[in-house]
């Protein structure tokens, strides 16, 4: 062992002596001790070891950290993966319950339902409010088997006035996208053909239609059902994306 | 040996976590938001540290990785540059540690890279040796023994400039003694 490897050892050594029961270090410290230069040297670099480990250790934490994180932990927990995951297919299921029956939604005045409004709000808006805030660009899920065999045994067609036919549902993704018309969710379904619903809080959204009210939209073959409730505007679209909604906003 | 609860993890290590955040982060509100985060992931992944004897080094490690994917997302920590000069063996007339306030010496260790920095602020806090260190930072233990070596080497060159900075000349903190006759 050279002069050189002895003090790379000691140097990685503490200075409080608890590595020195360590064979290779035990084996450099018996040899700096016979040797007067790097005794000295031995002495010094503790030395310098012991005063930077004093000031780092002084170093003492803001007075409530502690107590923050203690708070913390009892206020709120990350959400794991599936409480993320699940309310996609919920709404996926939802989307296809509101237009297969006909007591959730009322279509003849225009006027969404109570009943409809409530019923795809508290899933579709804990979606929004989800995606919101932690885009998934990435994800993907479907429905669960069962659920979907279900409304599919119903054997209710999709109304004529639905942008789409969705024989099959299940939602494949999600995103959330930026522009003019304020920060939009984007729920990406599966069916036969391609569909997105789109969800924006009702605050980010210019010119928000009236809570209740509903709209359809026909043009260059973007096919939109859209409606808005107290907190939130969603659009079903087909046949389009997301951007292209928001040059009619 | 029963599990501990979590309030005492986190009195036992909370204070060296925010050390070592401190020393990564350069700012006492980052550090504070990382030695949280920190518990906060602990809290949830706490089943699947089986060995009790393993949290000190797994919520280190966890600080670390947390700081290393902000500062990838948020490029918010500014890198330094490595100033790796000659290999300038102290005197004992010119060690210039003793001679400075702990607020100059940590200004110094702060300076460092991180690449040096996070090795070093371990490896002062005397909770790991420099085996756990190669763990926690998932570097081979030669790295380790290399880092702790030059970057103990760019801390005394700081200190020494910050030194002739704030003084304008150097003055030994142990003048070499008179020989007489």
């Known amino acids: ?17 608890a590595d020195d029961d360590h064979p290779c270090i035990q084996e450099a410290l018996r040899a700096a ?4 230069e790097l005794a ?22 803001p007075a409530e950290l502690r107590d923050s994180i203690l708070a913390g932990l009892r206020l709120g927990r990350r959400r794991t993966w599936w409480k993320v995951v699940l309310p996609f297919p919920l709404a996926a299921c939802l989307i296809a319950a509101f237009f297969f029956f006909p007591g959730l939604h009322q279509s003849s005045s225009g006027t969404l339902s109570a009943a409809g409004v409530n019923f795809f709000e508290q899933y579709a808006s804990l979606a929004a409010s989800q995606i919101i805030e932690e885009a998934q660009p990435a994800f993907e899920t479907r429905c669960p088997r069962a ?23 299940g939602s494949r993704g999600c995103s959330s996208i930026s522009g003019p018309a304020g920060k939009l969710a984007v729920i990406f379904l599966e069916g036969e053909t391609a569909v997105q619903l789109v969800v924006a809080e009702r605050g980010s959204v210019r010119n928000a239609p009236p809570a209740g009210s509903r709209t359809r939209l026909q043009a260059n073959g973007m096919n939109v059902l859209g409606w808005a409730t107290e907190t939130h505007v969603f659009w079903l679209m087909g046949g389009c994306c997301p951007e292209s909604l928001e040059t009619y906003l | 040996m029963p599990k501990r609860d979590f309030s005492s993890i986190v009195d036992a290590y909370y204070r060296d976590l925010f050390r070592f955040a401190l020393s990564l982060a350069r700012n006492p509100d980052d550090a504070a938001d990382l030695t949280q985060q920190t518990f ?48 300038h063996e102290p005197t004992e007339s010119d060690d210039p540690i003793t001679a400075v306030d702990a607020q100059t010496a940590l200004d110094c ?24 260190i190669a763990n926690v930072l998932d570097i081979p233990i030669g790295t380790v023994m290399s880092r702790l070596s030059r970057g103990k080497s760019q801390i005394r060159k700081r200190l020494r400039s910050s030194r002739q900075t704030s003084d304008g000349s150097v003055i030994p903190f142990n003048p070499p003694l008179q020989r007489h006759g």
């Not at chain 1, 001790?33 to 007067?36: E, G, L, N, S, V």
């Not at chain 1, 006035?161 to 099959?168: G, S, T, Y």
């Not at chain 2, 966890?62 to 918010?76: C, G, I, P, Q, S």
């Not at chain 2, 330094?80 to 290999?87: A, W």
């Open chain 1, 147 to 169: 659920t979907r065999a279900w409304l599919q045994d119903r054997g209710v067609s999709v109304p004529e006035e639905m942008p789409v036919r969705m024989a099959r549902l």
């Open chain 2, 109 to 132: 260790l702060q300076q460092l890279d991180d690449t040096f920095r996070a090795p070093l602020t371990l490896f002062y806090l005397e909770d790991f040796s420099y085996q756990e």
């Open chain 2, 40 to 87: 906060f992931i602990y809290a949830e992944k706490q089943h699947t540290v089986r060995n009790e004897k393993a949290v000190k080094s797994w919520l280190f490690t966890t600080l670390y990785r947390e700081f290393l994917r902000n500062r990838r997302h948020a490029n918010r920590f500014e890198p330094m540059s490595v100033e790796d000069g000659p290999n």
């Open chain 1, 1 to 17: 062992m050279d002069k050189h490897q002895i003090k790379l050892i000691l140097q990685a050594s503490r200075a409080s002596g």
């Open chain 1, 33 to 36: 001790r016979q040797d007067p």
């Open chain 1, 40 to 61: 000295a040297w031995l002495d010094r670099e503790r030395s310098f070891d012991r005063t930077m480990a004093g000031h780092l250790t002084g170093i003492e934490p």
